[in-house]
């Protein structure tokens, strides 16, 4: 049963189930399916508007960012020290950013799980506990390697610089099915290719008896005697503006608004932080990207949007990942005004682009904000900047070693870069922080998973320290940047947070 | 033209900068006022939170009052002739200032990103549009 608050002609709605879940996004969608498989009543609440796949695919470029993210791709953390903005895109509709990635599944590197297993003594946190669960995922989201026929004209260019360098590229897993290579899996895949979790996990939570609520905008976290009887909010009209009020009480909750909101739920809420670390802590994995122009004309859009990636830099943090939208967005992103910017458009058919982000240590955080959004500050650590100086560097001498004529960098003052020479004058020393255009698409850690209620927020599991039936089941709760994309460790997760969770309470019951 | 989000002034201001962003040397090239891009950009906005919606519109405040600094004329930018204007709009993206610098940007994103989302645009610089629109990538 689906819900759209938009249509709804009640101003008041109360209901009641077994397990309310917060969010529609990855760990949502998952923890979602997994209740209402067990056999659970399951109410699914989402902020966002629905749009049947049929309607989303034919959108076009604009209307995607429109319709499907949060704040329209407006989502900014405030600069802190030598920093820029940083824009973090966000999904905000069935699916969340799953929707909107561009399929590219990882697991947690081995590093990271040994950090989080021995160093942070996360136990539960370690690879041979978690492996179970990433064979799962992968086989319900269909994650394969990208094929190499798929690879486009921009990619192999820059295999053969790298090659040259020797420097390898491995290809990417994605969550894919009979992808055809259109590039446009930020802005919902045209074909229903990429698995996402409003195609796989939604429909059979619907199925098993599930109900959707979308344009609900929960607010209120109300908790007694030590545990949460409901969570109470906004019924939205179709521009978003409060049109009616709900309460929905639940034996269990599972917050699944994503790493931004959930803290902000949580602070708005003054809940679950006895620790003082909600919204703290928060990463970003700040991300750049670097056009090659060629003298040939390329078409990189045709073909994956993201097919290869390479580690070969992961000890100073730097993950390398092809990445090339559709002309219509790269087109955004190129400089100039007028006959200028125009002839940077004509020329994106030669041009290749990749790009790269940095495996950062916290050092952001998630305010409460005075209207209905969170504040987000960043600060761009030195390292993290000679990371992506670095990253600048090595990009740029793979597409000169390719052949490249110039190499487009997201560095004011320096964006054109016409010689080797020119790019090795780049130094950390001569680049500011602040001089980056960075976004960031996999925000982590801002209610994270520890062994005490003094240092995290949730227990390993995601339940949280302070109410037992409140479980936290996305990005929120790593306890570090994890250096690769997050998708598939958030699923991992939340598949085994659900099945702890449904556990527990067979158990209790 | 209904406005949803601007005032008559501040959608005056909107299509100057479209006449600046999208001007092109080539006359036969669609002008940003055959495309409608000013309604355009208007009705996408629409959707946007109160508190963004502001921020626009302040930073169109801003981006009309700030030639004082940056051409030295006691003017707006709906009063600067064409060419000051160019001159101003290509300060304005190189300025030293992170906070100027980023508000034009996230305005021109904006704009960029209405205009080269239309088929005439993309086609009038060599683009296969048609391709793009129906998806089929690598056929």
């Not at chain 1, 699914?44 to 319709?67: D, H, Q, T, W």
């Not at chain 1, 992961?314 to 559709?326: C, E, K, N, S, W």
């Not at chain 1, 409460?368 to 100086?389: D, H, I, M, N």
């Amino acid at each position: 049963m689906r819900l759209e608050g938009s249509q709804l002609q009640d101003a008041y709605l109360e209901d009641r189930c077994d397990v309310l879940v917060l969010g529609s996004g990855t760990a949502g969608a998952i923890a979602a399916m997994e209740a209402a498989r067990a056999g659970k009543k399951v109410i699914l609440l989402e902020e966002g508007k629905y749009f049947a796949p049929e309607v989303k695919r034919n959108f076009k470029i604009a209307e995607s960012v429109r319709s499907l993210y949060r704040n329209q791709g407006g989502m900014v953390a405030f600069p802190w020290g030598d920093t820029p903005p940083v824009v973090i895109t966000l999904g905000c509709g069935a699916g969340g950013s799953s929707a909107l990635t561009g399929g590219v599944c990882f697991r947690i590197p081995d590093k990271v799980h040994r950090h989080w297993a021995k160093e942070l003594g996360l136990t539960e946190l370690a690879l041979d506990k978690l492996l179970p669960f990433y064979h799962k995922v992968e086989e319900l989201f269909s994650i394969r390697e990208t094929p190499q026929e798929l690879r486009s004209k921009g990619v192999f260019k820059f295999e053969q610089g790298a090659q040259r360098l020797g420097i390898t590229c491995k290809p990417v897993k994605r969550n894919m099915t009979d992808c055809r290579g259109c590039s446009r899996c930020n802005f919902i895949c045209p074909h229903g290719a990429k698995q996402s979790v409003d195609i796989v996990c939604l429909p059979k939570a619907e199925e098993c008896g599930a109900k959707l609520y979308f344009e609900f905008r929960a607010t209120r976290l109300i908790a007694k005697n030590g545990k949460v009887q409901a969570v109470a909010g906004e019924i939205l009209d179709s521009q978003k503006k409060r049109k009616g009020k709900f309460t929905i009480h639940a034996d269990t909750f599972v917050l699944a608004m994503g790493t931004v909101h959930t803290a902000h739920f949580l602070l708005k809420n003054r809940a679950c932080n006895n620790s003082g670390l909600v919204g703290k802590g928060l990463t970003l994995h700040p991300a750049i990207r670097i056009y090659g122009l060629f003298d040939e004309v390329l078409n990189s859009h045709q073909g994956a949007l993201q097919s290869v990636y390479v580690d070969d830099f992961m000890d100073d943090g730097i993950t390398l990942i092809a990445i090339h939208v559709p002309p219509n967005i790269i087109s955004v992103t190129l400089p100039g005004i007028g006959p200028g910017h125009r002839e940077f458009v004509r020329l994106s058919k030669q041009m290749a682009a990749f790009g790269a982000f940095y495996h950062d240590q916290p050092s952001g955080r998630v305010w409460r904000g005075l209207g209905r959004e969170p504040f987000v500050t960043y600060r761009l650590s030195s390292q993290a900047k000679a990371g992506l100086v670095k990253a600048c560097q090595v990009i740029g001498q793979i597409y000169f070693a390719a052949g490249a004529r110039q190499i487009l960098l997201p560095i004011w003052s320096k964006t054109v870069i016409s010689s080797p020479d020119e790019l090795k004058s780049l130094t950390p020393e001569t680049v500011k922080g602040k001089w980056f255009e960075i976004s960031s698409y996999h925000p982590l850690g801002t209610a994270r998973m520890g062994l005490d209620r003094h240092h995290s927020v949730v227990n390993q599991f995601g339940q949280t320290w302070d109410y037992p039936n409140l479980w936290i089941s996305d990005g929120a709760t790593l306890p570090t940047s994890i250096g690769v994309n997050s998708q598939e460790p958030i699923m991992a997760l939340a598949l085994r947070n659900t099945l702890h969770m449904l556990e527990v309470g067979n158990n209790r019951q | 033209m209904k406005s949803f989000t601007f005032s008559q002034r501040q959608l005056n201001i909107v299509i100057a900068l479209c006449e600046r962003f999208f001007r092109s040397e080539n006359p036969k090239d669609a002008s940003p006022s055959q495309l409608n891009i000013a309604a355009k950009i208007d009705v996408w906005l629409a959707e946007l939170s109160p508190n963004l919606q502001s921020l626009i519109k302040m930073d169109l405040w801003a981006i009309n009052w700030f030639p004082i600094l940056f051409v030295r004329r006691f003017r707006n930018f709906l009063q600067l002739t064409p060419q000051e204007q160019d001159c101003y709009l290509c300060k304005l993206e190189e300025c030293r200032f992170l906070t100027l610098r980023t508000m034009f940007l996230a305005l021109k994103t904006i704009f960029y990103l209405n205009f080269w989302d239309e088929e005439i645009p993309l086609r009038e610089v060599g683009h296969d549009f048609a391709s793009l629109l129906e998806n089929r990538g690598r056929v």
